[in-house]
């Protein structure tokens, strides 16, 4: 169920690959040899849990849907580098691809500044932190579909920080808390899907025990009531 993939056969480099080569395989692994510089999209093969890269890697398409992907490695090289199977840049500015086969909660390093094209695309993620209140991160720049399709991902709160987020950024059914009073000029006119609630000025959520309703707190003063847990039958508001 694990497979390597050789850099040459019978002399010749192997340059290229179809992205349905592991279409509706068993295969559970794969090992990039060193020497291919290229790694395609793999796409129809969910028994797919860790995907080894080499050294000698220069560029990386999107494997949003590998939906058991669990690990992304990689032979640290001068453009990218893993860290707990999360691919990074090399220098860890830059969060570059996210296995979705993960499940649970992710919290971004403090060290990372930008969210790559298709980062989390897909994700099973139920919560993803990009933003720390005792140590604020300093995320600056979401790109493209980095979000897209995270149909499970709930409470997501977009850091004052963050001055740039490019088109269909983000996808889920769930809503966005966002710092920002209004959208920023940098942000795409089509950032965030039109089925996604978003709420400004964001400040923080309050639990009212005494009815089990959950509220925004926003930092113009105002309150939203966004949910309830039925443990009371009347609620006053």
Not at 23 to 49: A, M, Q, R, V, Y
Request: glycine share 6%.
């Amino acid at each position: 169920k694990n497979v390597i993939v050789p850099a040459e056969i019978e002399g010749k480099p192997v340059t290229k690959f179809t992205e349905y080569f592991l279409k509706d395989t068993d295969i559970e692994e794969i090992t990039f040899s060193e020497g291919i510089t290229k790694i395609p999209s793999i796409k129809d093969c969910d028994s797919l849990k860790v995907i080894n890269l080499p050294s000698t890697t220069e560029s990386i398409e999107t494997f949003r849907f590998c939906n058991g992907l669990e690990e992304i490695n990689i032979n640290e090289n001068e453009l990218y580098k893993s860290v707990d199977g999360v691919l990074y840049s090399a220098d860890g500015l830059t969060l570059t691809a996210f296995p979705i086969g993960r499940t649970d909660s992710f919290i971004i390093p403090k060290t990372v500044k930008t969210i790559g094209r298709y980062a989390f695309a897909n994700s099973k993620l139920s919560e993803i932190i990009l933003y720390n209140k005792i140590e604020p991160h300093a995320i600056k720049v979401i790109e493209e579909y980095a979000f897209w399709g995270c149909t499970k991902l709930e409470g997501l709160i977009i850091p004052a920080s963050v001055t740039a987020i490019h088109y269909n950024a983000f996808q889920t059914e769930q809503m966005l808390y966002a710092r920002a009073a209004s959208r920023p000029e940098g942000w795409s006119d089509s950032w965030v899907s039109q089925s996604t609630y978003v709420i400004w000025n964001y400040k923080e959520h309050y639990v009212d025990s005494t009815n089990g309703v959950t509220y925004v707190l926003c930092n113009d003063n105002t309150a939203i009531a966004v949910s309830f847990d039925g443990s009371v039958k009347e609620v006053v508001i």
